[in-house]
């Protein structure tokens, strides 16, 4: 038999110990992304769904996970639509750099190396100058009971609305965010690079918000540095992960981290600071 091949380089991309946490503590999570939903709010307009599998998240529950955005960020979103799709894992042959994706599971990582959800900047025209982008949903057939798949999902599509709500000012050009009152940053007008400047600062120093978005980060556990278009683009990019992860967080209530236990029901346990950053971010416009 050949040796196992060593899997840790891109065990980030495994949702085992994820899952494991969510089973867990199922009855509580589950609550968080049904019972505990807000009611659909009439302002939120339901993008186009288009489902190549059966549609495994009914219109009303996706307007009211919406609905959990406030509006000014729906304001700036760049939804266009949300498509469900068949099952995805990373293939065997990923590595941190270059993740690979299969539709069969017998090329998988792992039965566990599940991918939820994906945004697409590219497919959609780019009308007008305008950033456009389509949420893809995954169904998930290997997390154990059907509430796990659901609470895998509700937190992937909010991670992905957190992207298109954060999109035109993380890779928009000219947009500038104006905060209601408050103590940190009351009335400024800020830049987006400003916005992310901040955020970086709050958050460079504190374990990742999620097992997930550490993936981005380097070894010991900075934002990528360094000058050249493509360094920069690493630090957009983890920057991004960090801040879906964050909104995520602070819109359900929970995460998965390895730092400590407490902080995955708790996420802003040790960041206050960042907690009140993305509150403000939400409902700037
Ligand atoms: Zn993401």
């Known amino acids: 038999m050949p040796p196992e091949k060593d899997t840790s380089s891109v065990s980030g991309l495994d ?9 867990a503590n199922a009855d509580t999570l589950y609550r968080r992304v049904s019972d505990d939903l807000p009611a659909a709010k009439d302002s939120v307009q339901l993008p186009q769904l288009e489902a190549e599998v059966e549609q495994f998240l009914d219109q009303d529950t996706v307007l009211k996970i919406l609905s959990l955005f ?126 992310i400047a901040k955020f970086c600062e709050l958050t460079e120093n504190l374990p990742s918000m999620s097992h997930y978005s550490g993936f981005y980060r380097n070894a010991d556990g900075s934002y990528p540095g360094g000058s050249n278009a493509q360094e920069v683009q690493k630090l957009l990019i983890a920057a991004s992960e960090e801040l879906a992860e964050s ?33 403000k971010f939400l409902e700037a416009e």
């Open 247 to 279: 909104i995520t967080a602070y819109l359900l209530g929970f995460t998965y981290c390895e730092d400590n236990p407490e902080r995955c029901l708790d996420p802003f346990k040790d960041r206050p600071m960042v907690r009140d950053l993305v509150a």
């Open 70 to 195: 406030p509006d000014e960020s729906l304001g700036r979103s760049i939804l266009r639509k949300i498509l469900f799709k068949n099952s995805l894992w990373f293939e065997k042959e990923s590595t941190p750099t270059t993740p690979r994706v299969t539709n069969n599971p017998s090329e998988a990582l792992s039965e566990t190396a599940i991918i939820p959800s994906y945004t697409d900047y590219g497919s959609p025209s780019i009308e007008a100058g305008k950033l456009a982008a389509d949420i893809h949903l995954y169904a998930i057939h290997s997390a154990g009971d059907s509430r796990i798949a659901k609470i895998i999902t509700v937190q992937g599509l909010v991670h992905e609305i957190a992207h298109c709500v954060s999109a035109q000012i993380i890779w928009g050009d000219d947009c500038n965010l104006a905060f209601k009152d408050g103590t940190l940053m009351d009335g400024t007008l800020m830049d987006g690079m400003s916005f």
């Open 15 to 23: 949702l085992k110990p994820t899952i494991d946490f969510y089973t």
